[in-house]
């Protein structure tokens, strides 16, 4: 064999060699990057290095790597192909580019693990209604949520209030037992006893001048009073689904009344664009009156409720409500808003009905919302089946819905978040030394949704 043959093959060895070597190295770092999201992963996608050989019959070794927002790398060998040294040059300098561009792709994704910084990198908290008073632990708190990622996350929560609104346009919303009090099925006597008793005791339950220890007496005497007159009314189960679609739970829209005929009764109207934030696109609008096409849409539930509970079912992430309302009429609000996943459990006060149907009482110990502390120990097996999920995003609106994580045990992190819907200037203060983030007549889950952004 000539000296001409042999430099050949050792040429063509050689950029072998160097071909296989930048493609180890990317291709393990593609792997990596799968195992850590846990995700299908593609360059693309992850926005790192979008990597290109062409290998053309008068270029057979010409390389291109393309990194995102930064210069165009190329090299296309001069020479002709049968010259085994451009042929190697080539191919080495497509492994060296190879090699920086896994560099560039890591440095992004650490980049991805950094601690966020509030202002610059989430601008929801650049809102009015977002008050903080210790900036820099928060975002240690977030920095360790993001580094947990989604299989250390749970989500303890608040319903009435807190994943409900406050007020919609100036109004305030129902709560569990306001769409109860509110009911046709209720008499005007029992609602104008419920109101009056709701009239006397929300008072104290908001007073910023007692003591959770002063306002909790009182809070048993309304919940048990409350609930009495409910159950003197005789209300039954299968009328649930119906009284929660007629309540202010429910908002109705009209849909073009006034090109409507008024024959359109029954008509389904399909609607595939709506500006309404919570209506969904697609959806059939069912005739329900003479003249008007309409369709009740879930208005009680803050502002981005549906990506919330979707993205955390998404990702399986257990979402635990622990609620001092009524659990019948909790379930069947978030069940009606298409949003009652499986990774969703509800603590509440649940009704105990007769084989008839009818309610006799309410099951178990009363869940108010000044003694969570008790609920949450008492919880403490399903907490245990999450020993692994010890980072928290907890969600409430009163000082007793800080004691609604206590049945935990290995708490890593934890970022309370809670919603100050009335008393501002009274109650501020307070909420801002026992929540570390607090938001203030804020009708939203845009904070926590950015959060879960940031970590998901």
């Not at 996608?45 to 390389?63: D, H, I, K």
């Not at 309304?222 to 189960?237: A, I, M, R």
Request: with cysteine; net charge negative.
């Amino acid at each position: 064999m000539d000296r001409t043959a042999v430099a050949k093959m050792g040429a063509v060895a050689s950029a072998s060699v160097c071909a296989l070597v930048g493609g180890v190295v990317l291709a393990q770092y593609l792997f990596t990057m799968k195992k850590k999201t846990g995700r299908k992963t593609k360059i693309i996608e992850m926005g790192l290095v979008r990597l290109y050989l062409e290998t053309p019959s008068t270029a057979p070794c010409a390389a291109i790597l393309v990194f995102p927002k930064q210069e165009e790398f190329s090299f296309t060998p001069s020479a002709a192909p049968a010259n085994p040294s451009a042929c190697m040059q080539a191919l080495h300098l497509w492994t060296l580019l190879t090699t920086y561009a896994v560099a560039v792709g890591q440095n992004q994704g650490q980049k991805k693990q950094e601690c966020p910084k509030l202002n610059a990198q989430m601008p929801e908290f650049q809102k009015k209604t977002v008050h903080i008073k210790d900036p820099g632990r928060v975002e240690e708190i977030i920095c360790g949520l993001i580094k947990g990622g989604a299989a250390k996350l749970q989500i303890i929560t608040d319903f009435d209030m807190t994943l409900s609104r406050f007020s919609y346009n100036g109004k305030r919303c129902p709560t569990c037992h306001n769409v109860i009090d509110n009911c046709k099925l209720i008499t005007e006597e029992c609602r104008k006893k419920l109101l009056q008793l709701k009239e006397t005791y929300y008072a104290i339950e908001i007073d910023p001048d007692l003591t959770i220890e002063e306002k909790y007496p009182y809070m048993v005497e309304w919940y048990n009073k409350s609930h009495t007159l409910l159950v003197e009314q005789g209300l039954q189960k299968d009328k649930f689904a119906e009284i929660v679609r007629e309540s202010d739970v429910m908002l109705k829209y009209i849909l073009a009344k006034s090109e409507v005929m008024a024959q359109c009764k029954n008509y389904v109207v399909k609607v595939y664009d709506v500006s309404l934030p919570t209506a969904p696109i697609g959806q059939e609008w069912q005739t329900t009156a003479t003249g008007s096409c309409e369709q009740p849409y879930l208005q009680t539930l803050r502002e981005g409720y549906e990506n919330f509970f979707d993205k955390l079912s998404e990702h399986n992430i257990p979402v635990f409500i622990f609620s001092a309302g009524i659990g019948d009429i909790l379930e069947e609000v978030i069940h009606q808003a298409g949003v009652y996943h499986s990774n969703v459990k509800v603590v509440s006060n649940f009704m105990d009905f007769d084989e008839n149907g009818v309610l006799k009482g309410f099951k178990g110990e009363l869940i108010h919302v000044y003694n969570k502390h008790d609920g949450a120990l008492k919880n403490t097996e399903y907490f245990k089946q999450l020993k692994d999920n010890s980072n928290i995003i907890l969600l409430g609106d009163s000082q007793g819905d800080l004691t609604m994580a206590d049945g935990v045990a290995n708490v890593e992190h934890i970022l309370k978040i809670g919603y100050l819907n009335d008393k501002v200037e009274e109650l501020l203060e307070k909420y801002m030394d026992s929540y570390d983030i607090v938001l203030v007549k804020d009708e939203s889950l845009d904070v926590a949704n950015s959060i879960l952004q940031k970590i998901l």
